[in-house]
């Protein structure tokens, strides 16, 4: 059974950082890319970032030179260091293993605000 639990998430003024983590377990977590994604209120799930189980990644390009996703394979870890935050980054910011039908977490909130 695969689990994916975020954290980090939080209340930070405009301009300011980040981290969020993502722990996984019940897989072989290095052989899977995995990716960030985010859901404002009202609006669709959107695919913020991806890292593939070589280390490539991709950036949607409203985050570009903003953040960057990381992963620790011993660990079973994916991160997301986020700077220069935005009133329009506040969302519910998921992980996402892509292996099989796709395991989600929970999510966690950031909420961007002076």
């Known amino acids: 059974q695969v689990q994916l639990v975020e954290s980090g998430g939080g209340l930070v003024q405009p301009g300011g950082s980040l981290r969020l983590s993502c722990a996984a377990s019940?897989?072989?977590?290095?052989?899977?890319?995995m990716g960030w994604y985010r859901q404002a209120p009202g609006k669709q799930r959107e695919l913020v970032a991806t890292?593939?189980?070589?280390?490539?990644?991709n950036y949607a390009d409203s985050v570009k030179g903003r953040f960057t996703i990381s992963r620790d394979n011993a660990k079973k870890m994916v991160y997301l260091q986020m700077n220069s935050l935005k009133p329009e980054d506040t969302a519910v910011y998921y992980c996402?293993?892509?292996?099989?039908?796709?395991?989600w977490g929970q999510g966690t909130q950031v909420t961007v605000s002076s």
């Open positions: 996402k293993q892509f292996a099989g039908p796709g395991y």
């Open positions: 019940g897989s072989i977590f290095s052989i899977y890319a």
């Open positions: 890292i593939t189980n070589g280390g490539n990644t």
